[in-house]
Every structure is written in structure tokens, then in C-alpha cells.
């Protein structure tokens, strides 16, 4: 199974920041990566896909990037609505697994 | 537009038994792979199980396989978790999803979750 490891596991940061969270996996994900924004009481949220693709109607604040082991999640500028647990998710092979999140939580 | 309904949760006891339903709407269900993903309580998220469009191909967490049976009746457009000889540790928000682009691939829609609480 591929292992996928987040950090930080919670931050806080200002409105207008720059807000980044990193996924490593234990085995290359050829760059089958998904990110997902999730509110208390909510269903995940799609972001981003492929590593790097925004997913439609998601503000382009939100990027993707990173390749084989190693990717990164940015918000370009934290906006109150930006609160959340963020998780990224592996799909490049049985069984899909996610991180453990990133709570991010506004100052 | 798209929605997903999950139904079917509650309280079971250890042991016993629970079928679990997704109702789909808004897209062509047929077509795309299905897919259960759970959350316990304070935790995160689990992929569950997923099944192809024809229900010829499905894949379970580890934790899951042989208590667990996904599958779907395209005619009603719905997805299913049946799940037997329940564990505490089974407790979640189960949510159906669909996923986008073909086999094991991201989840684009997803349903507001049902509570399966095991306990005695």
C-alpha cells in the first residue's frame, strides 16, 4: 500500500497569506494525486487533480504541484473561506489511500 | 445537477448487519465507476471499495474484504454497501461517491454521508 504523509498537520495563518501544505507518499504516484477541502460536518471537496489540475470552479488561488513522491498544495492568498482540513489522496494503485489532513485554521 | 443520497445508516451491534444505499441523480450513472469512502468520528478519511461501471470489477480496503460487498443496480441508478459481521472500529460517516475519468481515479461528486454507528 502506498503511505501518504502530511504536514503540517495544523496551521494558522492570516487572511492574505501564502498557505502551503506538502504530501509525501512512500512509493512514486505518477502523479495520480488528488487534493480535497473538507468542512466540519461536510463532504470532501475536489481541488485539484493530476498533481496540478484545477478542478472546475475552483478558485485559481488554489494550485497543485510537485511529481513522483513529493507534492505541494498552495493557496496563493488564504481567504476567510479557506478553513478546512485539507487531505491529499493517491490513486495510482490499490488501495487508494489519503493523508492524514491539515487543519487550517484562520488567525 | 449532480447529487448523490446516501441512506440506511444507524445504530447496529457488534456483529451485525447493515445495507447501505446511494441514490444518483443529474449524471449518467451507468457510465462512471462508484466508489464508498468512510471517516470515523475525529478522524480522517478511508477509501472503502469501488466498483466498475458493469459491477465486473471491484476493489476493497483490506480491513473490509470478506465482511464487505459493494455493488450497484444501474436500472435504479444505485450504489450499495453491504456490510456484515460489523466491528466497532466500522463506526463512520459513510459517504458514495463517483469518481471521474475511470478505474480508481479522483472523486468528483460526493453525498452529504450516512452515520453507521457500531456499538452495543
Known amino acids: 500500500d502506498i503511505q501518504m504523509t502530511q504536514s503540517p498537520s495544523t496551521l494558522s495563518a492570516s487572511v492574505g497569506d501564502r498557505v502551503t501544505i506538502t504530501c509525501r507518499a512512500s512509493?512514486?504516484?505518477?502523479?495520480?494525486l488528488a487534493w480535497y477541502q473538507q468542512k466540519a460536518g461536510k463532504a470532501p471537496k475536489l481541488l485539484i487533480y493530476?498533481?496540478?489540475s484545477l478542478e472546475s470552479g475552483v478558485p485559481s488561488r488554489f494550485s497543485g504541484s510537485g511529481s513522483g513522491t513529493e507534492f505541494t498544495l498552495t493557496i496563493s492568498s488564504l481567504q476567510p473561506d479557506d478553513f478546512g482540513t485539507y487531505y491529499c489522496q493517491q490513486y495510482n494503485s490499490y488501495p487508494i489511500t489519503f493523508g492524514g489532513g491539515t487543519k487550517v485554521e484562520i488567525k | 445537477e449532480v447529487q448523490l443520497v446516501e441512506s440506511g445508516g444507524g445504530l447496529v451491534q457488534p456483529g451485525g448487519s447493515l445495507r447501505l444505499s446511494c441514490a444518483a441523480s443529474?449524471?449518467?450513472?451507468?457510465?462512471?465507476?462508484m466508489t464508498w469512502v468512510r471517516q470515523a468520528p475525529g478522524k480522517g478519511l478511508e477509501w472503502v471499495a469501488n466498483?466498475?461501471?458493469?459491477?465486473?470489477?471491484?476493489y476493497y480496503v483490506d480491513s473490509v474484504k470478506g465482511r464487505f460487498t459493494i455493488s450497484r443496480d444501474n436500472a435504479k441508478n444505485s450504489l450499495y454497501l453491504q456490510m456484515d459481521s460489523l466491528r466497532v472500529e466500522d463506526t463512520a460517516v459513510y459517504y458514495c461517491a463517483r469518481e471521474a475519468g475511470g478505474s480508481g481515479n479522483r472523486n468528483d461528486y460526493w453525498g452529504q454521508g450516512t452515520l453507521v454507528t457500531v456499538s452495543s
Open positions: 466498483i466498475k461501471q458493469d459491477g465486473s470489477e471491484k
Open positions: 443529474g449524471f449518467t450513472f451507468s457510465s462512471d465507476w
Open positions: 512509493q512514486s504516484t505518477n502523479n495520480w
Open positions: 493530476k498533481a496540478s
